[in-house]
């Protein structure tokens, strides 16, 4: 049956996979899954502040720009990912203070989205990355203690500078539902809008699990949406207690199926990326001990139940 690429293309929408460099370079079937199913991509790593800038003002794009390539090659759309984020940043930017931070912050901003700016398949940005903490306030990391609230809203006026272009997103997890931390991004959203921020899409990351229970989803990407926002499904997984047995992989089917469902039914919600493929390479397990099984494709590229599900709800 057709590939999930050309099922999101006639709905209008995107289906994605964060991708790993070493893979692509070195596997014949990780590539070629990851060329005929996806029409959108987001790096796993390489896109990140310490595989881009591991020294200050030393810009790395070796892995960035083996994604754009296999992107451009496959006919799919790159999500960058991921601009300013307290995580996978190097000491270097965590040491400065405030006046250098701030500089630090634009100029990696500005070369980085830089370098893809009118380059079409680079469609957007995660500017900023999990700014929240787990209850709704604004996380005390290392770009807020020295320059506070502001950061954010300077991150999105560089990235627009950089690329006039890119749809420019916040990025989150736990947020998929309707909660304390989805509506402090909400009330953050609307308010940097209000501002003239130029905030313009909502990334839920939704690693999900299947012994957390099902977030309402679809309520919460219409809300919104309603704000005049894209939305995305960012990196979706669906993890269980491991080792998988049919029941467990049917209820995450139905996980799947379900925010695939949310995100047809919502107009402004533009797609859905996986993080990963293959539960051969899931951050998963190496996160959350003792959970797995995370992704579409088992270890030996085998399609289940999951695979199914996406396909069939879109
Ligand atoms: C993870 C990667 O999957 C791992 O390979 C890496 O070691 C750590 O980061 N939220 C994000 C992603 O925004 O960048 C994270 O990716 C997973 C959680």
Same mark, same amino acid.
């Given at each position: 049956?057709?590939?999930? +690429?050309?099922? $999101?293309?006639?709905?209008?929408?995107? /289906?994605? *996979?964060?991708? #790993?460099?070493?893979?692509? %370079?070195? @596997?014949?079937?990780? +590539?070629?899954? $990851?060329?005929?199913?996806?029409?959108? /991509?987001? *790096?796993?790593? #390489?896109?990140?502040?310490? %595989?881009? @800038?591991?020294?200050?003002?030393?810009?790395?794009?070796?892995?960035?720009?083996?994604?754009? *390539?296999?992107?451009?090659?496959?006919?799919?759309?790159?999500?960058?990912?991921?601009?300013?984020?307290?995580?996978?940043?190097?000491?270097?930017?965590?040491?400065?203070?405030?006046?250098?931070?701030?500089?630090?912050?634009?100029?990696?901003?500005?070369?980085?989205?830089?370098?893809?700016?009118?380059?079409?398949?680079?469609?957007?940005?995660?500017?900023?990355?999990?700014?929240?903490?787990?209850?709704?306030?604004?996380?005390?990391?290392?770009?807020?203690?020295?320059?506070?609230?502001?950061?954010?809203?300077?991150?999105?006026?560089?990235?627009?500078?950089?690329?006039?272009?890119?749809?420019?997103?916040?990025?989150?997890?736990?947020?998929?539902?309707?909660?304390?931390?989805?509506?402090?991004?909400?009330?953050?959203?609307?308010?940097?809008?209000?501002?003239?921020?130029?905030?313009?899409?909502?990334?839920?990351?939704?690693?999900?699990?299947?012994?957390?229970?099902?977030?309402?989803?679809?309520?919460?990407?219409?809300?919104?949406?309603?704000?005049?926002?894209?939305?995305?499904?960012?990196?979706?997984?669906?993890?269980?207690?491991?080792?998988?047995?049919?029941?467990?992989?049917?209820?995450?089917?139905?996980?799947?199926?379900?925010?695939?469902?949310?995100?047809?039914?919502?107009?402004?919600?533009?797609?859905?990326?996986?993080?990963?493929?293959?539960?051969?390479?899931?951050?998963?397990?190496?996160?959350?001990?003792?959970?797995?099984?995370?992704?579409?494709?088992?270890?030996?590229?085998?399609?289940?139940?999951?695979?199914?599900?996406?396909?069939?709800?879109?």
């Amino acid at each position: 049956s057709a590939p999930l +690429r050309a099922h $999101a293309e006639a709905r209008g929408k995107f /289906v994605g *996979a964060a991708l #790993a460099t070493s893979p692509l %370079a070195n @596997e014949t079937a990780y +590539r070629s899954i $990851a060329a005929s199913e996806f029409n959108q /991509v987001t *790096a796993e790593n #390489a896109m990140k502040w310490d %595989a881009t @800038e591991p020294s200050r003002n030393q810009f790395n794009f070796t892995g960035a720009d083996q994604i754009m *390539a296999f992107a451009e090659q496959n006919d799919q759309q790159v999500h960058g990912h991921t601009l300013v984020w307290h995580s996978q940043t190097p000491s270097w930017v965590q040491n400065l203070g405030a006046t250098e931070m701030r500089e630090a912050m634009q100029n990696h901003i500005s070369r980085v989205a830089g370098r893809y700016a009118g380059n079409p398949v680079l469609t957007s940005w995660d500017v900023v990355n999990e700014v929240f903490d787990d209850n709704g306030n604004l996380r005390t990391s290392f770009w807020y203690q020295k320059l506070g609230e502001s950061y954010i809203a300077d991150a999105f006026r560089y990235a627009r500078a950089a690329d006039p272009d890119a749809t420019l997103c916040i990025n989150d997890y736990n947020v998929e539902g309707v909660n304390a931390k989805s509506t402090a991004m909400y009330n953050l959203v609307k308010s940097l809008r209000a501002q003239n921020v130029p905030v313009d899409c909502v990334g839920l990351q939704s690693h999900l699990a299947i012994q957390y229970g099902f977030p309402n989803i679809r309520e919460n990407m219409q809300r919104f949406a309603d704000l005049g926002v894209e939305v995305r499904v960012t990196e979706i997984d669906v993890r269980m207690q491991t080792p998988r047995d049919a029941a467990k992989d049917a209820t995450q089917a139905t996980y799947y199926s379900d925010v695939v469902k949310a995100c047809v039914a919502v107009s402004r919600c533009s797609g859905v990326t996986v993080w990963g493929f293959t539960d051969k390479y899931s951050w998963v397990p190496d996160t959350f001990p003792g959970q797995g099984a995370a992704l579409i494709y088992d270890e030996n590229y085998g399609k289940k139940p999951a695979y199914t599900a996406v396909h069939d709800a879109l």
